[in-house]
């Protein structure tokens, strides 16, 4: 029963390299998101995925590229790594459900440090 | 710019009393409100949710809604060492996208 899997769980870059963050999920869920965390706040979205073939902007897309590869798969690319972009990233998923009521669920996290 | 407005603490309680937690919404399209436990170094756990106004109850967890005056709380009876966390009160905006906007979190302490 594994849920929401994120590859890595831990990764060291330096400045200016790329990274792909792999999310993948067996729920069969239709929408996926990719949100980043720092120190002392909340969950900010990145990019989110409503349905399979379709991607969106969230709070904080700059810097980041994304793809949903298929219905289990949403990857978040890193294109030219920066240090404001050390963080822990959360890929989250979430059943169709009326009026937005279905919650998300998480994975276990990637914790990125850039240097 | 939409927000979701929590008190970050540390609040801390004794073993055993009621840790009261609140948030507040700015949205007034906001139709769905839930609360996510997240110990340190794991990922966000969901405990509640809550979709009408007034009180729902799992266990010891009481979720309140009141969209009149845009907060949401979450009480937790008879608080054990093990709730230290922090909680994270999320809440999803207008349409049914599905996305969510998170407080900062209340980092709760419960002491024995």
């Known amino acids: 029963n594994a849920g929401v899997t994120q590859t890595p769980k831990f990764q060291v870059l330096k400045t200016g390299q790329s990274m792909t963050l792999q999310c993948a999920q067996d729920m069969n869920h239709n929408s996926m998101y990719w949100y980043r965390q720092d120190p002392g706040m909340g969950l900010r979205l990145i990019y989110y995925s409503a349905s399979e073939g379709t991607t969106d902007k969230g709070e904080v897309p700059n810097g980041y590229n994304v793809s949903r590869l298929n219905k289990r798969e949403f990857s978040l690319r890193l294109e030219s790594a920066a240090p404001s972009q050390t963080s822990v990233y959360f890929c989250?998923?979430?059943?169709?459900?009326?009026?937005?009521?279905?919650?998300?669920?998480f994975g276990d996290g990637t914790r990125l440090s850039i240097l | 710019q939409k927000e979701v407005e929590q008190n970050s603490g540390p609040l801390s309680v004794p073993e055993g009393a009621i840790a009261s937690l609140n948030c507040t919404y700015s949205?007034?399209?906001?139709?769905?409100f839930f609360w996510y436990r997240q110990y340190s170094g794991k990922s966000p756990e969901l405990i509640m949710s809550?979709?009408?106004?007034g009180d729902k109850e799992d266990g010891r967890f009481t979720a309140q809604l009141n969209k009149a005056s845009q907060y949401v709380s979450l009480l937790i009876r008879d608080s054990q060492p093990s709730d230290s966390a922090t909680y994270l009160c999320?809440?999803?905006?207008?349409?049914?996208?599905?996305?969510?906007?998170f407080g900062q979190g209340t980092t709760l302490q419960v002491k024995p």
């Open positions: 949205d007034r399209g906001s139709q769905s």
């Open positions: 999320a809440v999803t905006g207008s349409g049914n996208t599905g996305k969510l906007i």
């Open positions: 989250a998923s979430r059943r169709p459900g009326t009026y937005s009521n279905q919650p998300q669920h």
């Open positions: 809550i979709y009408s106004n």
